[in-house]
């Protein structure tokens, strides 16, 4: 067994990578939520996004880097809101640019919550109602955007 310092550490690692794992996750999440019906849930999602965007930005390393620059992102996002760009417009470069080439563990499982959206059953528990179809119709486009970049 280590020092309680070198256990700290360990700790602290593993919490740090874990807590990045979900954030990747979260970007997938959020992606497909700027299509609810829900304003309020469409809305929030975009924050999200942009704040994701700004800790990769600041080199917080929160999504675990970008394909594309932050900028270029930022203002991705920044058009989808102000020209109000269609989600299929929006979501193929969007995704492009947030690929990681060769992490083809990390797109497995952002295609699997797409595949839970798909289905219906995004959580244990939580499921979508059949007004939630554009979500799931959003979720489509994200699997189908994912699948570009692996292309």
């Known amino acids: 067994s280590g020092t309680p310092a070198r256990e700290a550490a360990r700790f602290l690692e593993v919490a740090l990578a874990e807590f990045v794992s979900d954030l990747d996750l979260l970007l997938i999440h959020c992606t497909v939520r700027l299509a609810d019906p829900a304003p309020q849930v469409a809305s929030s999602a975009s924050s999200c996004l942009q704040q994701l965007v700004l800790a990769a930005s ?13 900028e270029e992102v930022a203002e991705l996002l920044q058009r989808r809101e102000g020209e109000g760009m269609a989600f299929e417009q929006f979501v ?4 492009a640019l947030v690929h990681r080439p060769g992490e083809s563990t990390l797109a497995a499982r952002r295609l699997q919550l797409c595949r839970a959206y798909l289905s219906g059953r995004v959580a244990e528990g939580c499921e979508l109602d059949p007004g939630q179809l554009p979500v799931a119709m959003a979720a489509g486009f994200v699997a189908a955007a994912l699948a570009k970049t692996l292309a």
């Not at 600041?58 to 932050?70: E, F, R, S, Y």
């Not at 193929?92 to 995704?95: D, E, L």
């Open 58 to 70: 600041q080199g917080c390393g929160a999504t675990g880097g970008l394909q594309g620059a932050p």
């Open 92 to 95: 193929f470069p969007f995704m």
